[in-house]
């Protein structure tokens, strides 16, 4: 069974940095691309980003690419998203996903 | 890039059909578009891709057979047979478009069934 298994639930100040985790499991890592996608209250997904695990490139949406980090480390399936200079209509719950198997989601709050 | 619409809402009563529509941009009628399902609460569920002949690949894991997509043109239709109060949620629609670092892919505004 393919699993994305997401880190928990944070709460940032503005300007702060955030790392959320993606622990992938059921397929082989390198096979497909991880997006990251966020997704604020009430609104549709909005695609971030992408990285290639097979090897390591990644792809940003304009919006997000300053501020923006993707990685993958392959020694333990495992992707992770940094987004930086944090503001208040960054709060949303951000996913990774393979677009066909998705994280469960975590919930970013920013709030001083 | 493409863009791609969807009307905001559509309903349908218990056990009838209901078809949803996702409308790509002008010059991109060969495009392919990904369905997703967003339960209440719930993350998205990717439900089926869709090109102009039909179904790409399967799938998504546990989508039952009452749903099925066709593509005609600009657009990209998902049907719902036999709709269950379990498929009251949002759908989405979504579209890749580029290679390498032009890559991107946008969703559609989403379109929230409610099953009367």
């Known amino acids: 069974e393919v699993q994305l298994v997401q880190s928990g639930a944070e709460v940032k100040k503005p300007g702060a940095t955030v790392r959320i985790s993606c622990k992938v499991s059921g397929y082989t890592f390198t096979d497909y691309f991880l997006h990251w996608v966020q997704q604020a209250p009430g609104k549709e997904p909005e695609w971030m980003g992408l990285?290639?695990?097979?090897?390591?490139?990644?792809i940003y949406s304009e919006k997000f690419q300053d501020r923006l980090t993707i990685t993958a480390d392959t020694s333990i399936d495992t992707a992770y998203m940094d987004m930086s200079s944090l503001r208040s209509e960054d709060t949303a719950v951000y996913y990774c996903?393979?677009?066909?198997?998705w994280g469960q989601g975590t919930l970013v709050t920013i709030s001083s | 890039q493409p863009a791609v619409t969807q009307p905001p809402s559509a309903s349908a009563s218990l056990g009838a059909s209901i078809t949803l529509t996702c409308t790509l941009s002008s010059g991109y009628s060969n495009y392919k578009v990904d369905w997703y399902q967003q339960r209440p609460g719930k993350g998205p569920r990717f439900v089926m891709r869709?090109?102009?002949?039909?179904?790409?690949?399967t799938k998504g894991d546990g989508i039952p057979d009452r749903f099925s997509v066709l593509g005609s043109g600009l657009n990209r239709y998902l049907t719902i047979k036999n709709i269950q109060e379990e498929d009251e949620s949002d759908y989405y629609c979504?579209?890749?478009?580029?290679?390498?670092?032009?890559?991107?892919?946008?969703f559609g505004a989403g379109t929230k069934v409610t099953v009367l």
């Open positions: 996903a393979t677009l066909r198997n």
């Open positions: 979504g579209v890749d478009h580029g290679t390498g670092s032009n890559f991107v892919y946008v």
């Open positions: 869709v090109g102009t002949g039909g179904i790409v690949e």
């Open positions: 990285v290639d695990p097979e090897d390591g490139e990644t």
